[in-house]
């Protein structure tokens, strides 16, 4: 029987075995020239790393990491410049004016010009968030009252600056001149005892109205017993706002100054 037969016959007894399967060896084969670089040898058995290297690769993989979280940064539109967030505010704030003057049926074109007159007599003062829009509209109608109640504001304060005044506290501007005379002389009254009443009512403006101004001393002499309370106010006029007793109109709606009893 032939060699290359699957079975062969057992010579004692005759009968036919199964032969065992040849097992097929992979013939060995000349390293390649991948395997042959140490790349290749590194990829086919990688020696254990030190606890320097070990390190190094976290630093490096680190780095890339943060590199990568960067470049969404770096891909992003630069920051618009608060210059030019004011003047989108400006122009929001425009609008709702311009809106609201439309609600209360006055001329929209009127009432345009009448803000530009008022960003020119008063830079910076149209803002939301110190009056309400129909109340800017009052005053974009009427620029010339405002102009005559800002040369009486600094009759009554000679000494302080009555444009940021009304700024910090455009509400002033609503009163009629008969009412802001009244005003001014119960302050003068109030703080006659003062060195420098122009001083006080320019770092606090809601000062200028006197039932705020008379509840702010009624305060200071229950907190500071035995001391003047004109002398404390004028030795620091931010005396409320820091101790917290009076609040800076903080919105248009609800910012009104208010003192603890």
């Not at 057992?10 to 390649?32: E, H, I």
């Amino acid at each position: 029987m032939r060699a290359s037969s699957r079975a062969s016959l057992c010579r004692p007894c005759g009968l036919a075995l199964a032969r065992p399967p040849r097992v097929l060896r992979r013939p060995r084969s000349t390293p390649s020239a991948a395997s042959a670089s140490p790349e290749g040898a590194g990829a086919a058995a990688a020696a254990p790393l030190t606890a320097q290297q070990e390190e190094d690769r976290f630093h490096e993989a680190y780095a890339k990491a943060f590199t990568v979280s960067q470049l969404y940064n770096v891909n992003r539109p630069p920051p618009v410049p608060l210059t030019e967030y004011e003047q989108r505010r400006k122009r929001r704030d425009a609008e709702e004016i311009l809106a609201a003057a439309k609600k209360q049926g006055k001329a929209q074109d009127a009432v345009k010009e009448g803000l530009q007159q008022l960003e020119a007599l008063l830079p910076d003062i149209v803002d939301l968030n110190r009056m309400r829009a129909r109340d800017w509209v009052g005053l974009a109608l009427d620029v010339n009252g405002v102009a005559a109640k800002l040369i009486l504001l600094k009759t009554l304060y000679p000494n302080a600056d009555v444009f940021s005044m009304v700024t910090l506290r455009p509400k002033t501007l609503l009163q009629s001149e008969a009412a802001m005379q009244a005003d001014g002389g119960e302050v003068l009254r109030l703080l006659s005892k003062a060195k420098d009443v122009c001083a006080i009512v320019q770092a606090v403006p809601e000062l200028t109205d006197p039932t705020q101004l008379g509840r702010s001393l009624v305060w200071l002499r229950a907190a500071f017993p035995g001391q003047d309370p004109v002398a404390l106010l004028q030795e620091n006029p931010l005396i409320l706002r820091n101790i917290g007793e009076s609040n800076v109109e903080d919105s248009a709606e609800y910012g009104e100054m208010t003192t603890k009893d």
